[in-house]
């Protein structure tokens, strides 16, 4: 599971993952936008659901900026499966 997660995210975030500048390779922090995109939603929403704790996603601050972390957000998917 691990290989195709690779290969997935390799294709889906291209650019965006191979320039970020993250020691910690097996579990990368996104920004927002990217975190929005993985998750086949808009920025705000993300946004909407950590100002109301609608959606447990960890948010981390860097900064004054909002990251996810990768793990966190296949999480959130995972517990959403419909068998």
Same mark, same amino acid.
């Given at each position: 599971?691990?290989?195709?997660?690779?290969?997935?995210?390799? *294709?889906?975030?291209? &650019?965006?993952?191979?320039?970020?500048?993250? $020691?910690?390779?097996?579990? #990368?922090?996104?920004?927002? @936008?990217?975190?929005?995109?993985?998750?086949?939603?808009? #920025?705000?929403?993300?946004?909407?659901?950590?100002?109301? @704790?609608? $959606? %447990? *996603?960890? #948010?981390?601050?860097?900064? $004054?900026?909002? %990251?996810?972390?990768?793990?966190?957000?296949? &999480?959130?998917?995972? &517990?959403? *499966?419909?068998?």
């Amino acid at each position: 599971m691990a290989n195709a997660m690779s290969g997935l995210l390799f *294709l889906f975030f291209n &650019q965006e993952l191979s320039t970020m500048a993250h $020691k910690n390779t097996l579990n #990368p922090l996104l920004n927002r @936008k990217q975190a929005a995109r993985y998750l086949g939603v808009s #920025p705000g929403t993300l946004a909407v659901w950590d100002c109301t @704790k609608q $959606k %447990h *996603l960890n #948010p981390i601050l860097v900064g $004054k900026l909002v %990251h996810y972390r990768l793990a966190d957000l296949d &999480q959130f998917l995972d &517990q959403r *499966l419909v068998d």
